[in-house]
């Protein structure tokens, strides 16, 4: 997601000292998060439609 322009990263230290990512999603991102998100939830719909199918 990086390399697509989509998130930045960058290395930190944490609270304990120990190293960490850090992301940071951008206006680009969250709109191809919410393109996905839209997208599964129609998937989601229909397979529980399909399991509840098979449970009549």
């Known amino acids: 997601m990086e390399h697509r322009g989509l998130i930045k990263s960058r ?3 944490s ?4 190293k960490r990512k850090y992301y940071l999603i951008n206006k680009d991102g969250k ?3 919410a393109k ?3 997208h599964w939830t ?3 719909g229909l397979l ?3 399991r ?4 009549v």
């Open 48 to 50: 529980s439609g399909l």
């Open 36 to 38: 996905h998100h839209k």
């Open 31 to 33: 709109a191809a998060m």
């Open 52 to 55: 509840e199918e098979n449970y």
């Open 11 to 13: 290395w930190g230290e």
């Open 15 to 18: 609270d304990t000292g120990r």
């Open 42 to 44: 129609l998937v989601h």
